[in-house]
Each structure stands twice: as structure tokens, then as C-alpha cells.
């Protein structure tokens, strides 16, 4: 069994800064990718970032580039997720997710295994 623990989030002004953490526990495999989702009310969860425990991040939402940054350590269990100039509309739950072997090329959150419990983001005035 895996395990996903996040922490971060809160609200901000926009213009502002938060940073979320994923931690991965239990019987995580050495090949692996954690991933960034974000949800709204009413709206299909889109992935935000990817990172795979050998290095090399995926970025899949244009919206945020030059934004967010995901990082992660060669072989580290946590991914981290940098966010600056907030806007309103990137208010969401945000959700960690991790699945063995490679990240996906595209936006596919069918292919991840596990979900942490998300972490709510909020940018307003």
C-alpha cells in the first residue's frame, strides 16, 4: 500500500505565493512518477506537473508556465510544488498523485494509482 500526505496551501492575495509538499510512504517502487492535479467544483481534474523519482519534471497546463515549478530530488519520496503570481482562477483543490514507472506525456490522471486527500488553494482579494 501507498500513501500520499500534503501539506501546504491557504489562501493568498493574487499576486501572491504558496508552496505545496507531497510526501510518498509505504511500498513505493524505486521507478516511480508524482504528479500535481487540481480540481474546481463542477470541472474535470487537471494535471499541473509531474516528476519522476530519476529526474526530469512534466509540465502539461500552459496556463501556468514560467509560474509553477515542480521539484523533486533524485530519488526523494516528495515532490514540491512553487507557486507564484496566483491568480483567482488558479483556486482549487490541489491533489498529489503517484503511479509506478514513467509520467505520462499528456494530461491522463487515469494512469495514477494513488491520491492524497488535496489541499485547497484559494486566490482572492
Known amino acids: 500500500e501507498v500513501n500520499l500526505v500534503e501539506s501546504g496551501g491557504g489562501s493568498v492575495e493574487p499576486g501572491g505565493s504558496l508552496s505545496l509538499s507531497c510526501v510518498v510512504s509505504?511500498?513505493?517502487?524505486?521507478?516511480?512518477?508524482m504528479g500535481w492535479f487540481r480540481q474546481t467544483p463542477g470541472r474535470e481534474r487537471e494535471a499541473v506537473v509531474a516528476?519522476?523519482?530519476?529526474?526530469?519534471?512534466?509540465l502539461y497546463l500552459p496556463s501556468v508556465k514560467g509560474r509553477f515549478t515542480g521539484s523533486r530530488l533524485y530519488g526523494e519520496k516528495t515532490i514540491h510544488l512553487q507557486m507564484h503570481s496566483l491568480l483567482p482562477r488558479d483556486t482549487a483543490k490541489y491533489y498529489c498523485?503517484?503511479?509506478?514507472?514513467?509520467?505520462?506525456?499528456?494530461?491522463?490522471?487515469?494512469?495514477?494509482?494513488?491520491w492524497g486527500q488535496g489541499t485547497q488553494v484559494t486566490v482572492s482579494s
Open positions: 498523485a503517484y503511479k509506478v514507472g514513467d509520467c505520462p506525456t499528456r494530461d491522463d490522471a487515469g494512469v495514477f494509482t494513488t
Open positions: 509505504g511500498d513505493v517502487y524505486e521507478s516511480n512518477c
Open positions: 516528476s519522476h523519482s530519476y529526474g526530469g519534471d512534466t
